[in-house]
């Protein structure tokens, strides 16, 4: 069964860290770039990060550059998000997925939710 | 960055009439290869987006046919023939062509009169 599962959600204070992972199966991961997509509560979808599928190209939106890292192990099928120095708009769901753009199956996980709060 | 600009933001319609969303987007979205990276997403209440249509036109696996995608250069649509009750949620169309950054549009909500 293909699938994306993410992982490591909370409720955190303003300034500290969280890594999210997000477990791939049921495909090719090292195939694949991955991504990383959030959604703040009621609102649109917004892209924030990328890795090719080799990890060797990162991206990043700029309203995270120098917060957020992003890796990823292939011989764990998994890609991680590294949030640091979080703020209150960075509340959010995360969604990790594939996003494909041509006839490969797009994947997406079910997301896990972020809350920055003092 | 390539601002996507989606019209209307909300669409009431009625159980069995036609619905139209339109994509707008600030630049081309030919790539150098000649195809056009423009998806289309919809999110149903509750669940993670879903790709419906990828490269304009092309309905993904699984996707009922009343589902239409067109357009070129900077202006799609998305078509719902026939809307049914299952289509409500909120739709959105995003480009791949110019990256970083991936850019989504604002969201369609689509609801039943």
């Known amino acids: 069964q293909v699938q994306l599962v993410e992982s490591g959600g909370g409720v955190v204070q303003p300034g500290t860290s969280l890594r999210l992972s997000c477990a791939a199966s049921?495909?090719?991961?090292?195939?694949?770039?991955m991504h990383w997509v959030r959604q703040t509560p009621g609102k649109g979808l917004e892209w924030l990060s990328a890795?090719?599928?080799?990890?060797?190209?990162?991206y990043f939106t700029d309203s995270v550059k120098g917060r957020f890292t992003i890796s990823r192990d292939n011989s764990k099928n998994t890609v991680y998000l590294q949030m640091n120095s979080l703020r209150a708009e960075d509340t959010a769901m995360y969604y990790c997925t594939n996003l494909g753009i041509t006839q490969a199956p797009d994947i997406w996980g079910r997301g896990t939710m972020v809350t920055v709060s003092s | 960055d390539v601002v996507m600009t989606q019209s209307p933001l909300s669409l009431p319609v009625t159980l069995g009439q036609p619905a139209s969303i339109s994509c707008r987007s600030s630049q081309s979205l030919v790539y150098s290869d000649g195809n056009t990276y423009l998806n289309w997403f919809q999110q149903r209440p509750g669940q993670s987006p879903r790709r419906l249509i990828y490269?304009?036109?092309n309905r993904d696996s699984g996707v009922p046919d009343r589902f239409s995608g067109s357009g070129s250069g900077t202006d799609f649509t998305l078509k719902i023939s026939r809307v049914e009750a299952e289509d409500v949620g909120v739709y959105y169309c995003m480009q791949a062509t110019h990256w970083p950054p991936w850019t989504f549009g604002q969201g369609t909500k689509v609801e039943i009169k």
């Open positions: 890795i090719s599928h080799d990890g060797s190209n990162k």
């Open positions: 490269k304009v036109s």
């Open positions: 049921g495909f090719t991961f090292s195939s694949y770039g």
